[in-house]
């Protein structure tokens, strides 16, 4: 025959004593409450480590990125593990009154419930850290999906939480939303929104970690660096923070620069004005003078008659820019001339930098523009410049 109760071993043990009964109820009671302690720390410090210690032998450099997640995952798995072991136990172990017992069933029961939510929200951050270490996890983002999945699973949660203290079946809980459903609506409208915007972003490849995005509508431009369910955020360029809501890029519009960052080269698009006073024709001696000077020029087969400096300026211009180590050869290459303007004639140029970043970028087309500057009085041309006032005085104090 089995023992009914912890204390039919305990009572033999203080037979005699004063108070044995009193004495064998506290010695149950502590015991009860010290295995699940032992459970714990014996879960918790030596069995899990054990595992986890094996796992990253075989792959220190995968485990040890999830690291974080399986220590968390490791803690909220033995606590589980406690609360099962003190629940089917209790019975057999704990000496109190009644309702002391069903007090205690009950806080063991939504204890559970709390902790099974938390190791499930572990068990999906790990999957999500798992993901994360794939190629292609950059490119189709799931944190909307895991931020979803988490807040069902913790609603599931609270259900189960509110029907325990009710005595209500869970099916009578969710009857009851049919009433609010208007004001749940009304409450996760973001997060819906949210949720449908995330799956948009990550099908259709609208937006990852580390795009370099253009929001006009909120002054974001610089760096994605999350993509949640309710929001995004970016470190703009001047390291200031914006936040968007996710379902903003979907409804608005955005600029994502990742398709120039993958291409073949940035675009660089310049113009000078030229005073168009000093735009003349060319001697022959003069273009033979010009040819020796920049022997680009000497690439060039029949040249239109007459000549212009403008017409030769800008031909030097495309065969100067087709030499430079720095600009792309793959895509489109030209110096044009724009439509006359009252302040000049524009002349623009435009090709692209091999390189794409931002600061060598900018040096790029800052040495492009000097150069063309420079060489503009050998062409005998001018670049137009609005009179200062500053050069209104020096004139002024140079008249005797």
């Known amino acids: ?22 004495l064998s109820s506290i010695s149950a009671n502590s015991i009860g409450f010290l295995a699940v302690v032992l459970v714990y720390l014996f879960t918790r410090r030596l069995v899990f480590p054990t595992i986890q210690n094996t796992l990253m032998k075989f792959s220190p450099s995968r485990f040890g990125l999830l690291s974080e997640h399986l220590n968390k995952l490791t803690g909220r798995l033995a606590a589980m ?26 806080v063991g029961q939504i204890v559970l419930i709390i902790v099974s939510g938390f190791l499930v929200s572990s068990l999906v951050n790990l999957a999500h850290g798992i993901y994360s270490q794939l190629r292609f996890a950059k490119d189709v ?19 189960l939480i509110i029907s325990l203290l009710l005595d209500k079946s ?54 994605v660096i999350d993509l949640g369910l309710n929001t995004v955020r970016v470190r703009n360029w001047d390291n200031t923070v914006t936040t968007i809501p996710t379902y903003m890029l979907i409804t608005d519009s955005f600029k994502n620069w990742r398709a120039m960052q993958e291409s073949a080269g940035r675009r660089i698009k310049r113009s000078l004005l030229l005073d168009m ?8 001696t003069k273009v033979a003078q010009l040819q020796s000077t920049f022997p680009e ?31 792309s050869q793959d895509c489109v290459l030209m110096v044009r001339e724009l439509a006359p303007q009252h302040h000049g004639l524009p002349i623009e140029f435009y ?11 900018e040096h790029l087309q800052a040495d492009i523009m000097d150069h063309m500057l420079a060489v503009m009085p050998e062409f005998e041309l001018r670049p137009y410049q609005s009179v200062s006032g500053q050069l209104q005085i020096n004139t002024l104090q140079d008249e005797p």
């Not at 912890?6 to 037979?15: A, K, N, R, S, Y």
């Not at 029949?302 to 720095?326: M, Q, S, W």
């Open 170 to 223: 869970p099916t009578y809980i969710l009857s009851g939303f049919g009433a609010i459903a208007a004001v749940t609506l009304l409450v996760f409208k973001d997060t819906i929104l949210g949720l449908v915007a995330s799956i948009q972003i990550a099908a259709n490849r609208l937006v990852t970690i580390g795009d370099w995005i253009q929001v006009d509508a909120f002054g974001a431009d610089g760096e």
């Open 1 to 22: 025959m089995g023992i009914a109760h912890i204390t039919d071993l305990l009572e033999p043990w203080f037979d005699g004593l004063p108070k044995d009964v009193l």
């Open 81 to 106: 593990l406690s609360c099962v072991a003190f629940l089917a136990f209790y019975p057999r172990v704990l000496v109190a009154p009644e309702w002391v017992l069903m007090s205690l069933k009950s």
């Open 297 to 327: 020029l000497t690439s060039f087969g029949d040249l239109p008659e007459p000549l212009t400096n403008v017409g030769l300026y800008r031909r030097y211009g495309e065969a100067y820019l087709r030499k430079h180590k720095d600009i």
């Open 351 to 361: 090709c692209f930098s091999a390189n794409k970043q931002w600061v060598f970028y």
């Open 141 to 159: 983002p799931i944190q909307g999906i895991v931020q979803v999945t988490k807040l069902m699973t913790f609603i599931i949660c609270s259900i």
């Open 277 to 284: 006073h000093s735009i003349r024709t060319l001697t022959t």
